[in-house]
């Protein structure tokens, strides 16, 4: 496991941006891959994006594509998830998670590293 801290989250208006980022301490984090997820009152947890160790593939649940961009510096140990264009529906905490190995994962069991959520509340 690797220790991950998220930072960034606020509250701001419907058509606004933010940037959150994922920190870890670990001294393997480039050889995880990445992923963000989110959590709204009431339900499930669900898959945001999610970045290869390297940073080169990336992929994107349908309702953030286009608007959500996902990215990582190994070098500063840190994962950012640019958000714009956010929406009311986007209300959530958002958390960042690892998990050893290449491929890319949709599905939070497929995680074994999580950071404490930071919270994103969008008004419209």
């Known amino acids: 496991q690797v220790p991950l801290v998220e930072s960034g989250g606020g509250a701001v208006q419907a058509g606004a941006s933010l940037r959150l980022s994922c920190a870890s301490s670990g001294r393997t984090t480039s050889r995880y891959a990445m992923g963000w997820f989110r959590q709204a009152p009431g339900k499930e947890r669900e898959f945001v994006a999610a970045?290869?160790?390297?940073?080169?593939?990336?992929y994107y649940a349908d309702s953030v594509k286009d608007r959500f961009t996902i990215s990582r510096d190994n070098a500063e140990k840190t994962m950012y998830l640019q958000m714009n264009s956010l929406k009311a529906e986007d209300t959530a905490v958002y958390y960042c998670?690892?998990?050893?190995?290449?491929?890319?994962?949709?599905?939070?069991?497929?995680?074994?590293?999580w950071g404490q959520g930071t919270q994103v509340t969008v008004s419209s």
């Open positions: 970045i290869s160790r390297s940073g080169g593939d990336t």
């Open positions: 998670a690892a998990r050893w190995g290449s491929s890319l994962e949709i599905s939070p069991l497929a995680y074994d590293s």
